[in-house]
């Protein structure tokens, strides 16, 4: 069983940056890759990165790529997602995930889940 609390959301003008954090409970945490979803208003939670278990190998979404950035600190049982250059269209509900294989796209392949934190970007 795997816990997860993001923390670090807000509000934020179009071109500012944010740093969302993820703690994780659980001594397994460093057996689990991690990912970023968000999900705007009326609309499907959608990928943003995720990260493996390593923290060595990343994967993007093509609308993030080049100003998010995610890692992950296995000694403090956290992840993090660095975001710059925030666009009015990046207002969501981000949500991390674990995945016990290699770190989908996929949301249905996470087997858990935060709450999520909320990210408004004004224009």
């Known amino acids: 069983q795997v816990q997860l609390v993001e923390s670090g959301g807000g509000l934020v003008q179009a071109g500012g940056s944010l740093r969302l954090s993820c703690a994780a409970s659980?001594?397994?945490?460093?057996?689990?890759?991690m990912g970023w979803f968000r999900q705007a208003p009326g609309k499907e939670r959608e990928f943003v990165a995720a990260?493996?278990?390593?923290?060595?190998?990343?994967y993007y979404a093509d609308s993030v790529k080049g100003r998010f950035t995610i890692s992950r600190d296995n000694a403090k049982n956290t992840i993090y997602l660095q975001m710059n250059s925030l666009k009015p269209e990046d207002t969501a509900v981000y949500y991390c995930?674990?995945?016990?294989?290699?770190?989908?796209?996929?949301?249905?392949?996470?087997?858990?889940w935060g709450q999520g934190t909320q990210v408004t970007v004004s224009s």
């Open positions: 995930a674990a995945d016990h294989r290699y770190g989908s796209r996929r949301a249905d392949e996470y087997d858990y």
């Open positions: 990260i493996s278990r390593s923290g060595s190998s990343t």
């Open positions: 659980g001594r397994t945490f460093s057996s689990y890759a």
